[in-house]
């Protein structure tokens, strides 16, 4: 039998986070179309981390919608072109919500332009309320406002904002999340693979994992590593790490989902690439190096990561304090969820004070922080039990 005197068994309840669930955003009523060679719509900043999931400009005739993160600030009274398209479709002859998966990190300057026609036409816009509109996302106060670009044609140009006469309205869904901000794209490169690295402040689950397509079109090349210390600087490298999670190939064109556990002060890179693994011209968004953003409310900071090579995965790693980020886009959630701890005990053979542990007890620190360890027994002609045992 076995000596359980050194191992006291526990139950376990496994936090399991609730699936997000859909909503829509509140543009206002609608009120009288405007149909014209002009574009309309509305920005709004962040409350929260979000990410939007369909578009559907009301009325009949094919959509023209683009999405725009505002780089210097709101748009004002005078046209700026300081924005990055998130997301632009033309001529979309969908009838009803476009499914789409736009990550949006709170604090984000978002602008939503949207009409029905033919592009660079003459198109309709669903005009709502004069000027601004309060509604909320994710329980939190926003305001809309109206934004306008002079041309039927997207995606936009210069575009500014106003307070007077209608927005435009752009219905939207949404699923509240967490988005890791990693900035927004200054160039790409297409010779070696390359990532940030950072630490993370706190226990999480990255649950989403997406390359930009502004990288290119291909399939998706992603490798998540747990680094034992801080990569070097180039030209030393480190082999030092353990790969969590890897993806080649990947026909998926959206967000990758993962369930990849995350300890807090684990030291984690991430690289990746659209295209072939393996081949020239695989297509990276760069981003700045360092990219500071927060992780559940704290500061953190994304640093450059390299691996010389086209083929993942990755085997020797650097980092540099110049150059660029590769910018992977990440959703995760706080706290670490759906992880099932696995210890399991191989009994031993023999009487009772024969149950001796054969290695001792390792200690691990579980994805959920919770403290247990495994341990493992000498092999025995018994039946296998899995246990948990309390540190």
Known sequence: MLDFRRVAAVCLFLLVAAPASAATLDVGPAGTPFTSTLTRGFWFTAPSDVVITSLNVPGTGDQNIQVMRF???????????AHTTLYSTVNNSSTGPIPVDIA???????GILGSRGPNGGTVTNAYGTNGTYS????????????????????????????????????????????VLGVGSQTGTFSTNYRGYWFTAPTAMTITGL?????????????????????????????????????????????????????????????LGARGTNGTNGIGISYGPNP?????????????????????????AVSQESGGSIGRIEMLYSAGVANQAPTAV???????????????????????????????????????????????
């Not at 780089?71 to 072109?81: D, H, K, R």
């Not at 967000?255 to 991430?270: E, K, R």
């Not at 990561?305 to 086209?310: A, F, G, M, P, R």
Request: hydrophobic share 35%; glycine share 8%.
């Open 71 to 81: 780089t210097s600030g709101a748009p004002t009274g005078s046209t700026t072109t």
């Open 104 to 110: 949006v990190s709170a604090g984000d300057v978002i």
């Open 135 to 178: 509604t909320t996302i994710d329980g939190q106060p926003v305001t809309l406002t109206r934004l306008y670009y002079q041309s039927s044609t997207l995606p936009a140009g210069a575009v500014a904002s106003s307070t007077s006469l209608p927005l435009s309205r752009v219905e939207v869904t949404y699923e509240p999340g967490q």
């Open 210 to 270: 997406r390359v930009p397509t502004t990288a290119g079109a291909g399939n998706q090349n992603i490798q998540v590593m747990r680094l034992n210390a801080a990569p070097p600087l180039y030209s030393a490298s480190t082999t030092a790490h353990t790969t969590l999670y890897a993806t080649t190939n990947d026909a998926t064109a959206g967000w990758i989902s993962t369930s990849i556990a995350v300890a807090s002060g684990d030291i984690i890179g991430i």
């Open 291 to 315: 990219t500071n953003t927060t992780i559940d409310g704290t500061a953190v900071a994304l640093q450059r990561l390299l691996y010389q090579s086209n083929s993942l995965p990755a085997g």
């Open 345 to 391: 005990l191989t009994p031993v053979s023999g009487t009772e004070g024969a149950a001796l542990i054969a290695d001792g007890e390792k200690e691990c620190l579980l994805r959920n922080q919770m403290p247990f360890e495994t341990c493992t027994f000498a092999p025995s002609t018994m039946t296998s039990e899995s246990v948990f045992a309390r540190i």
